[in-house]
T-cell receptor, first 112, second 112 residues
Framework: ETGVTQTPRHLVMGMTNKKSLKCEQHLGHNAMYWYKQSAKKPLELMFVYSLEERVENNSVPSRFSPECPNSSHLFLHLHTLQPEDSALYLC???????????FGEGSRLTVL | SQQGEEDPQALSIQEGENATMNCSYKTSINNLQWYRQNSGRGLVHLILIRSNEREKHSGRLRVTLDTSKKSSSLLITASRAADTASYFCATAGGTSYGKLTFGQGTILTVHP
C-alpha cells in the first residue's frame, strides 16, 4: 500500500465512449503525475501537476484531458480513444522535485 | 534514444544466487532511482542514489553509480522467489518537478 489509490483498476471502453480515471493520494505530496505503460515500451510521462498547476504536458493527444481539482486528486478524462491507447495508466505522486515517486496500482485500459 | 537503458533485458536465476542488473544513461543527472514492478501492478521505489554518491545499500540491495561511465548497477543478494519482478532504473535530470525518465526494465525470474 503506497498511499496512492487509482480507480477503476480495469476499464474496457469503445472508441466513442467518454470515461475518466481517478487518482487519490493522502500523503501530503505536492506533485502528481500520469504515466502510460505500454507493452515493450518504457514508461511514458504524460502530465505533471505541481500544486494543482499543470507544469508539463508531454505532447499528449487532446483525447486525453487531465484535471487536478486539488492537491489530493487527479483525473484523466478519456474521449474518443484509439485501440493503440490500450495500456496500463499509472498515477504517481512525489513530495519534492526529483524525489522518489509513489505509484498507484494502475488502471488497465482496453479500447475496443 | 532513451535515457536509462537496462541490461540484461531478462535474467533467470536460482533462489539464493545474486542478481545484478545494469543501467546506462546518456545525459547528466541529479539522481538515479531503481523501482520494482510485479506483473500488472504499480511500481515500487527501491532506492535513490544521488549523483555525488558512489554506493548505497538497503537490506539485500546494493546500488552503485559511476557518473564517469554514466552507469549504475543494482545487486540483489541471496535472491528469493518473491524477488521475481521487473526492475527499472529512472534518472532525474535538471528539469523541475521530478520528471523521471525510465528505461525498459529487466525482467528477473528467481526459481525456487
Amino acid at each position: 500500500e503506497t498511499g496512492v489509490t487509482q480507480t477503476p483498476r480495469h476499464l474496457v471502453m469503445g472508441m466513442t465512449n467518454k470515461k475518466s480515471l481517478k487518482c487519490e493520494q493522502h500523503l501530503g505530496h505536492n506533485a502528481m503525475y500520469w504515466y502510460k505503460q505500454s507493452a515493450k515500451k518504457p514508461l511514458e510521462l504524460m502530465f505533471v501537476y505541481s500544486l494543482e498547476e499543470r507544469v508539463e504536458n508531454n505532447s499528449v493527444p487532446s483525447r486525453f484531458s487531465p484535471e487536478c481539482p486539488n492537491s489530493s486528486h487527479l483525473f484523466l478524462h478519456l474521449h474518443t480513444l484509439q485501440p493503440e491507447d490500450s495500456a496500463l495508466y499509472l498515477c504517481a505522486s512525489s513530495p519534492r522535485e526529483g524525489g522518489e515517486l509513489f505509484f498507484g496500482e494502475g488502471s488497465r485500459l482496453t479500447v475496443l | 534514444s532513451q535515457q536509462g537503458e537496462e541490461d540484461p533485458q531478462a535474467l533467470s536465476i536460482q533462489e539464493g544466487e545474486n542478481a545484478t542488473m545494469n543501467c546506462s544513461y546518456k545525459t547528466s543527472i541529479n539522481n538515479l532511482q531503481w523501482y520494482r514492478q510485479n506483473s500488472g501492478r504499480g511500481l515500487v521505489h527501491l532506492i535513490l542514489i544521488r549523483s555525488n554518491e558512489r554506493e548505497k545499500h538497503s537490506g539485500r540491495l546494493r546500488v552503485t553509480l559511476d557518473t564517469s561511465k554514466k552507469s549504475s548497477s543494482l545487486l540483489i543478494t541471496a535472491s528469493r522467489a518473491a524477488d521475481t519482478a521487473s526492475y527499472f532504473c529512472a534518472t532525474a535530470g535538471g528539469t523541475s518537478y521530478g520528471k523521471l525518465t525510465f528505461g525498459q526494465g529487466t525482467i528477473l525470474t528467481v526459481h525456487p
